[in-house]
């Protein structure tokens, strides 16, 4: 069974570019989470999702920022016109269900110049 | 807006000792999780703890929870090298993590 799988694992960005990062939950799993990572800091939950639905996106920017898990394929964190802040390691998670312990993928590190 | 927080932040100890972790948080919820992650590494679950009460070990590590006080702690008897990493707790109120602890673990 395979684990929570995140792609790219690397990505570089221009400032102003745009960035995908893409997630495929664990095998039977419908709820997704993302975070994200600063160097030396904790986690920052951005968005809550469970399939063609945003559940919570209360720590996602008001700008640039989205995500969405459709029906079918993995869920995709895009973010617009990339700025040098937006430059963290990238966390995405799965779950069964509600409240259920999380799995994580080996992130995203996305660096923007 | 949910608080979750965890002290101390960084932590170094002496292999052999004792010491425990804190985690407190500011909203009603019945579960608590505790992940680790190494440096440059994901996070991997360490404990679910599922109610009131409910008390979980594993080797070295033994995790505990307290809905009304809002409080888990996690204690770490005779530390080794091996359990230098970073220690998480997230509370179920939208998965919700605190800033960490950073635990150095000296011979």
């Known amino acids: 069974n395979a684990g929570v799988m995140q792609n790219p694992r690397h990505l570089v960005r221009r400032r102003g570019q745009e960035a995908r990062l893409r997630c495929s939950p664990m095998k039977g799993h419908s709820h997704v989470y993302w975070y994200r990572q600063l160097p030396e800091e904790g986690l920052k939950f951005m968005v809550y999702l469970q399939k063609e639905n945003i559940i919570d996106e209360s720590g996602m920017p008001k700008e640039r920022f989205s995500a969405e898990f459709p029906k079918e394929g993995p869920s995709i964190l895009r973010i617009q016109q990339v700025v040098r802040g937006d430059s963290a390691a990238y966390f995405c998670?799965?779950?069964?269900?509600?409240?259920?312990?999380?799995?994580f993928g080996s992130g995203t590190q996305l660096s923007v110049l | 807006e949910l608080k979750v927080e965890q002290n101390p932040l960084f932590l170094s100890m002496q292999e052999g000792k004792n010491y425990t972790i804190y985690c407190n948080y500011s909203t009603t919820s019945d579960r608590l999780y505790w992940y680790r992650q190494d440096p440059g590494k994901s996070l991997e679950s360490l404990f679910v703890l599922l109610s009131n009460g409910a008390v979980k070990q594993e080797g070295r590590l033994m995790a505990s929870l307290d809905t009304k006080a809002r409080l888990s702690t996690l204690h770490i008897t005779a530390a080794v090298h091996d359990l230098s990493a970073t220690y998480f707790c997230a509370v179920d109120a939208g998965m919700r993590f605190g800033a960490g602890t950073r635990l150095t673990v000296k011979p």
């Open positions: 998670a799965s779950s069964r269900g509600d409240a259920e312990k999380l799995f």
